[in-house]
Each structure stands twice: as C-alpha cells, then as structure tokens.
C-alpha cells in the first residue's frame, strides 16, 4: 500500500525537498512552542505550591498570635498547632529551627530537639524574610516542594515570655528572646507532578499534532499551488498548441482509431477546400482524396514516416501538386492512436522553379548576346564606314538615299548591340542626394517637341515639399526616357501622359500613366522580359533595361494595363528622405 502511495502521481508530483524543507521550518519552531508550553505549566505549578506554601505559613502565623492572644494564661502550644495543621493531606511535614537548624517544633513531636541539615545558611534565610523554595528528595525518590522563611508571628519585649508559652516544656532554648526561628512547610508534589507529566504530554502531543497540521499544510499549500501552475500551464500550452496548428503554413490532417478526421487546421482546409462542416461524421475515406487516403493506406503496410510528392485530384476537377509526409501516432505504451498528414501545395515552388529555369535561360541567352554583338560592332563600323565613303563619291540622288538608308540602319544595329550588351553586364549605379522633381521635370523637356507633335498633353503631379533621395540620377533619368517614349509610341491619335511624384514608406513613389492603346492580360506578365515586344519595329530590350536599373537601386517597379485604356508603371525607389 505504502509502495503504491508513493509511486501514485498524487505524490510524484510533490519534490522530494518540500517535505524535507517543511520538516526543517516547522519542527523547530512547534518544538520552541511546545518547550513553552512545557515551561509555562512547570512554572505555574511551582508559583502555585509557593503560594501555597506561603499562605499556610501567614495562616500558621495567623493561628499563633490566635491563639496566644486568647490562651495568654492557659497552655497553647506551637507543637500542637502544628500537629494540626500538618494534617491536611498535601502536607508532608511542618517544623521550626531556629539559626543553628535545631528543631523547635515538629508536627511529629519525635523530631522536636533534632538537627534539621538543610546545606543553607539559616542566619541568611531569617535575614532575607522573603518566602523561599526549594525541591528536596526523600525516600523512595519521593519529591517535596519546600517552602520557607523566618518565622515571625509577634514581636515586642513580651516575645521572650511568649514563645516560652508555645513551645513544649521539654523544649530546651537558653534564650527565646534572641531566638532566631524558620519555619518550613514540606508539600507533596505527586499531585503536581501528575498534572505536569499529564501537560508535558499533552504540550508533546499537541505540538506533534500541529506539527502535522502545518506540515500537511505546507504540502498541501505547495501542491496546490503546483496545480494552479500546471494548470496555467496547461492552458498556456493548450492556447499555443491549437494557435500553433491553426497558423502553422501547412496543412495537416489528424485522424483518430475509427478513420475518421480529428483535427484539420486552416491551411488543409483551404488546400483541399474542405470546411468542418464537410467532415462532422463521415469517415475520413469519404472526405479526404484518394491521393492522400493512399498515404494513410499504405502505413498498414509500412513502419515509420511516408513521403511523397503527389498530384492530389479535389471534388471540382482541380489537379493539386502536394509535397506530403503521414505517420501513425502512437501513446507511450504503444497503443495506436491514429494517424496524421502534413503536406503544402507545391504550385508557387513549382511556378517559381519554372521562373528560376527561365531566368537561367534568359541569363545564358544574354551572355550568349553580348559575346555575339562584341563579334557584330566591327563589322557594322567597316559597313558604315563604306557607305558613308559611298554617299559622298556618288552623284545621283537615288544612289545617295540608298546609302543614307544603309547608314541609318547600321545605326539602328549599334543601338541594338548596345542595348544587348547593357542587359548581359550588371547594372551599376552611382548615388547621390537628388532632387526627384528636378530630375522629372529635366526628363520632361527633352519629349515636349514630340508630345506637341502627337497632339500628348503632358500633366505632372508634385508634393508642396522637395522630395530629395540618394539615387543615380542619369540612370533614373534613362528609365523615365524609356516609360516616356513608349507611352508616346501607345498614343498615336493623341492622348495624356501623367507623372505623379508621391512620398511613400520609407522611400518615394513615381508613376507614369498614359491613355494609349494598353497591352493585353496575357502580354502584361511578359512586358519586362528580354526580346519581348507587341511594336514591329521595337527591340524588345528597353523595359527589361528599365527593370534592371530599378532593382539596381533595390526598387521595385510594377505595371497595370488595360487594353484601349492605357497603361500605368509604378516606379517605388527606396531611401532615407534629405529635404
């Protein structure tokens, strides 16, 4: 039984240095406590027997002078006052010495003219006439309670001729005048001692009692603190759990002994497009897809952990791709417990890796650019050079168009070339503070003779403040060149092209719009890429130059469109604002 106390979680949960901290604290002090009380008694019952000594000795001084103011002329004894006093049953004895401890008067009258030996100084007991007490052993370890003092019940010149009337003729003293007497008075202590013993007892008792009491106080204090603490706890860990599966960025599905859905988060949900309501009371073969339902399947077949990459087919036809992993849960006993499905939707990894194998490309094609038009510049100056020398040997016009013709397009080749080999090398930029405003209004100026020519109003929108930002400002420059020409190239019955500068977080917003022809939903992903072009004369190459000088700047730079509507490019250039 005592094993199985202590192997029971009630104690368990209880460390060991409680108990041994709460004996440490509390023995001490209800041991002082019960010493106290033991204490306390012992020197109630001494002041009791004192004072009861005491007042027998005022009685039996009260009884003398009684009795000697009545019987002056007749024959009272001090012995026989005695004798009768001393028979009281607590009373062990009653007598009288004087200084030299000779025994005036006894309640035994046997004992009258022996030797009392005290070990005291009797002189110094009569002198001090303060009631005194003492404990003293007789016989079969019998203890009396001893109480005494001077013995003084007259005084006068008469006391010599009186004390001659108290004591016994036979009583022999020379000198009753000068006689120094004490009286002592001998009490039974085995009532006194029984009540003590009982108290001691009692005080031992009690103190072990409350010992316990505030033991099993502390323990019990302790343990339900520890509760409330682990019940915190609990709760705390509940709270974090269930936020934890709620929030966590991927699916997972729980699914107890009888099949069916335990537990199923936000993210499973929202993948496979199954609500609570969809699963409450039906068998999770019947919820989950065959895909998954596979992985549960095939851990009857297989220990530990199943993953696989998997195309999971949902009730609407949609094909999912998945990344998922299904074990079996099982207690610390091994019982099983269930099973449970984490997994995430690889369509943006999947997109992504198409974008990275892209960009790879297009990086291996734009090395492949430059190396190619390295190869075309000398070329292209050797043919140049040849129809400029042509032009001018010629005199008829028609040769000389020709040739000019010839120029312009080995001109328009070397722009080509250029552009190419500024896309395949890194964008370098070179910052400083510059005023946005001044850089737009600068870029501006050099369109204002073909937006007139379009019939283009150009409108502009500024903050009341200069916005001032560390940016290159030939390359920024360069890329509103590029949104400009092309939103003048869109308006080819004329239009409105507007420039707005705003301050945004932690950096300034530009946006150029227009109100041209506007590029199509599936063109508008493409816009930024290296040779893609909706003009039959364009390169392909100014949008994806403009790219790169933004992300140079560590900018961002988007595009909306609608087709007959226009199109607007939203140029964001981070940095700190200067004034």
């Not at 323990?219 to 706890?233: G, P, W």
């Not at 988060?265 to 497009?273: D, M, P, Q, R, Y």
């Amino acid at each position: 039984m005592f094993k199985k106390i202590i192997n029971s979680k009630f104690w368990t949960g209880v460390p060991p240095w409680v108990f041994i901290g709460a004996v440490m604290v509390l023995f001490p002090i209800f041991a002082f406590m019960t010493m106290q009380n033991i204490n306390r008694a012992s020197l109630h019952n001494t002041r009791l027997l004192l004072e009861k000594g005491a007042a027998l000795i005022r009685s039996f001084e009260a009884g003398t002078r009684t009795g000697m103011s009545g019987n002056f002329m007749g024959s009272f004894h001090l012995q026989r006052l005695l004798s009768e006093t001393a028979m009281q049953p607590d009373i062990v004895y009653l007598l009288v010495t004087d200084a030299e401890g000779t025994i005036v008067a006894h309640n035994q009258p046997d004992h009258v003219g022996e030797t009392y030996e005290t070990g005291m100084d009797l002189k110094e007991i009569f002198a001090a006439k303060d009631v005194q007490w003492r404990v003293v052993t007789i016989s079969d370890d019998i203890k009396i309670f001893e109480v005494y003092r001077r013995f003084a019940p007259v005084g006068g010149m008469h006391r010599g001729d009186m004390m001659r009337r108290w004591f016994n003729p036979g009583c022999n003293i020379e000198n009753p005048r000068q006689a120094d007497l004490i009286i002592f008075v001998g009490l039974d202590m085995s009532a006194v001692e029984e009540a003590r013993l009982a108290d001691m007892k009692h005080s031992v008792v009690m103190g072990i009692v409350l010992l316990l009491i505030g033991f099993a106080g502390v323990v019990l204090l302790f343990m339900t603190q520890s509760y409330r603490n682990a019940k915190a706890s609990l709760s705390r860990i509940k709270a974090f759990s269930d936020h934890l599966v709620e929030n966590m960025p991927i699916g997972l599905i729980a699914v107890d002994n009888n099949r069916r859905i335990a537990l199923l988060n936000h993210v499973a949900g929202s993948i496979l497009s199954i609500s609570l309501s969809d699963i409450s009371g039906k068998a999770a073969e019947e919820i989950l897809p065959p895909a998954l339902w596979n992985l549960i399947s095939g851990l009857e077949d297989q220990e530990g952990v199943i993953e696989k990459e998997i195309e999971c087919i949902l009730n609407d036809g949609k094909a999912v791709p998945l990344e998922a992993s299904a074990t079996a849960l099982k207690d610390e006993k091994g019982n099983f417990l269930g099973y449970v499905i984490l997994f995430k939707d690889l369509s943006e990894v999947r997109s992504l890796r198409r974008e990275v194998a892209r960009s790879q490309r297009l990086a291996s094609l734009g090395s492949l650019a430059a190396g190619v038009a390295h190869e075309i510049r000398n070329p292209l100056s050797s043919i140049k050079g040849f129809a400029v020398y042509f032009r001018e040997r010629q005199e008829k016009e028609e040769e000389k168009k020709i040739a000019g013709i010839m120029i312009q397009e080995v001109d328009r080749l070397n722009r080509v070339v250029s552009q190419l080999v500024e896309l395949a090398r890194p964008v370098s930029v070179s910052k400083k503070p510059v005023s946005l405003r001044t850089v737009i209004e600068n870029s501006l100026k050099l369109l204002e003779r073909d937006a007139s020519e379009k019939k283009i109003e150009i409108k502009t929108i500024f903050m009341p403040e200069d916005l001032q930002i560390a940016i290159d400002g030939d390359r920024i420059n360069q890329v509103l060149l590029n949104l400009y020409l092309n939103a003048i190239e869109s308006m080819e019955k004329g239009g409105r092209l507007s420039v707005e500068l705003s301050e945004g977080e932690k950096g300034a917003i530009i946006k150029v719009s227009d109100t041209g022809s506007g590029v199509g939903e599936k063109d508008l992903p493409h816009v930024f890429d290296p040779y893609f072009t909706t003009k039959t004369t364009g390169t392909g190459l100014g949008l994806a130059i403009v790219h790169n000088i933004i992300e140079a700047h560590d900018g961002k730079i988007t595009v909306e469109s609608r087709p007959g509507e226009g199109t607007a490019f939203t140029l964001f250039l981070p940095g700190a604002r200067q004034g």
